[in-house]
């Protein structure tokens, strides 16, 4: 499903499919209508044997994802045990789609984007890339994005990268020395050494590989699963009202202030 502000792309001879967010002016952040997208992309692939492997990546040289564009309005329920997040359902996991998924990260990363890649089954990226999460610096809980990096990261490393906000930013390289990053490679070569591999895993059985991919989540669901369940109620008793937050932020790309 391609269509404004996401591009597929399918290699039906290498069974290979490209994701790419596709709203540079707007740092690739994302929006309802782009959401819808993502989620429809990845229940669609589960029907599709042509797709054996999948690269998820961002448009243009600046960012991967920047988050949810600050624009969108997503109406919240009136309950104050309910919160709709519009992210919630756009990566590959929570739509059921269990084909692997690698991601390209060639830039910015940061905030919202941490759904994506929290459900890629590993990161190459850029030697330009950068990730940090700005939640805590404009009055917000930092519960999903942190739960995904937890997964990821060592305890220490995502805590920092919570807490510190916009102060700090990761580098590829350490990104790369921590594990979270599999590969960093020069500038502009990581769609290009995503898909290498994805090529690679695509010529291989799919039942073997969707079986791996399966057992390699299913050694972590449980603690994922039951930390999930807690991020609710953590962003609505933490997060400043919205008023408050519209102050902090910029109002450039996604969920981020440029600097």
């Known amino acids: 499903m391609s269509g404004a502000g996401l591009r597929v792309e399918r290699d039906e001879k290498a069974g290979v499919a490209v994701v790419t967010l596709d709203r540079p002016s707007r740092h690739n952040a994302i929006d309802l209508d782009t959401a819808s997208q993502l989620a429809a992309t990845w229940r669609e ?9 999948v690269v998820v990546t961002g448009a243009g040289d600046k960012a991967f994802c920047t988050g949810i564009d600050r624009d969108a309005e997503a109406p919240q ?17 929570a739509n059921g789609l269990w084909k692997p998924v690698i991601a390209a990260v060639n830039g910015m990363a940061c905030g919202g984007a941490f759904y994506l890649l929290g459900e890629a089954e ?28 937890a997964q990821r990261m060592p305890f220490g490393e995502v805590a920092r990268m919570a807490l510190l906000g916009t102060a700090e930013r990761m580098s590829a ?87």
């Not at 309910?82 to 590959?92: F, K, Q, T, W, Y």
Request: proline fraction near 9%.
């Open 77 to 93: 329920p009136p309950s104050p045990y309910s919160i709709d997040d519009p992210l919630i359902a756009i990566g590959p996991k």
């Open 173 to 259: 390289a350490r990104a790369h020395a921590i594990g979270l990053v599999s590969e960093v490679v020069p500038d502009g070569g990581a769609l290009a050494a995503a898909l290498a591999c994805a090529r690679t895993v695509a010529g291989y059985p799919p039942g073997a590989v969707e079986g791996t991919v399966r057992a390699v989540w299913a050694a972590k669901e449980a603690a994922r699963t039951q930390a999930l369940a807690h991020a609710p109620h953590l962003i609505a008793l933490g997060n400043l009202p919205p008023e408050q937050q519209a102050g902090l932020f910029g109002r450039r790309g996604g969920d981020y202030r440029i600097r």
């Open 122 to 149: 590993f990161l190459v990226a850029d030697e330009r890339a950068t990730f940090f999460d700005p939640h805590t610096t404009y009055g917000m809980v930092s519960a999903y994005e942190s739960i995904a990096m």
């Open 45 to 53: 692939f589960r029907f599709d044997d042509a797709v054996r492997a």
